[in-house]
């Protein structure tokens, strides 16, 4: 069984830039949930992914999207990148929409410069 | 709305010691409760939930009772270990208001030998 992988690693960018994350659910889960977590805070909800849809969204600007493709994997895009958009990005992955079992992959870190 | 609220770290300990950590929170519907730990270098791993009122979640020696009458969901462990040292998230999902999921800001807890 694989579990969630997320690409890159690392990324710097510069303010106003564009980026795109990746995210690749565990094996058997249809629903991928993105969270922003920012330095010495918990993680925040950004929105969730179900069979292709947005399916719950947290207090996130509308230059936050995503996507999940029909494997289920999933990309979060930022648009106008801001300082403070710099910090650790999670993905999780659940069945049917689950968020009481739902299992993170290691995260991307992003630093807007 | 709903909000999770933690005590603040970071909490310090000598192996065996008794450890509690306070959790609060609010909500508006019927929510489930978890606490979440992040070892060094690693990610997010669920360590116990509780779904109801008066249900206590256990795992690794770790305990904690969705007490609805004072909104808590207090982690406890009666002995903790060096190994124990991370940091810990208590977090709410709420299905009644939109699919979402919430974290606390997270206690950082080290045990020494």
């Known amino acids: 069984e694989t579990g969630v992988t997320q690409s890159p690693t690392h990324l710097i960018k510069t303010r106003g830039q564009q980026v795109t994350l990746r995210c690749s659910s565990q094996s058997g889960h249809n629903t991928v949930s993105w969270y922003q977590q920012a330095l010495g805070q918990g993680p925040q909800f950004i929105f969730q992914?179900?069979?292709?849809?947005?399916?719950g969204r947290g207090n996130f600007p509308p230059r936050f999207s995503g996507l999940q493709f029909p494997n289920y994997s999933s990309e979060l895009n930022v648009n106008a990148l801001e300082l403070d958009d710099s910090a650790l990005y999670l993905c999780a992955s659940s069945f049917d929409r689950g968020l009481e079992t739902q299992y993170f992959g290691p995260g991307t870190r992003l630093l807007v410069l | 709305g709903n909000s999770v609220t933690q005590m603040e770290g970071p909490v310090t300990l000598s192996e065996e010691a008794f450890l509690t950590i306070n959790c609060t929170y609010t909500?508006?519907?019927?929510?489930?409760l978890f606490w979440y730990v992040q070892y060094p270098g690693e990610g997010l791993q669920l360590l116990l939930k509780a779904t109801k009122a008066d249900d206590k979640g256990s795992n690794k020696g770790f305990e904690a009772t969705y007490r609805k009458e004072t909104t808590s969901f207090h982690l406890e462990k009666g002995s903790v270990q060096v190994s124990d040292s991370a940091v810990y998230f208590c977090a709410l999902s709420d299905r009644g208001t939109g699919n979402q999921f919430y974290f606390g800001t997270g206690t950082s807890l080290t045990v020494i030998p």
């Open positions: 992914y179900y069979r292709e849809e947005e399916n």
């Open positions: 909500a508006t519907g019927y929510p489930s």
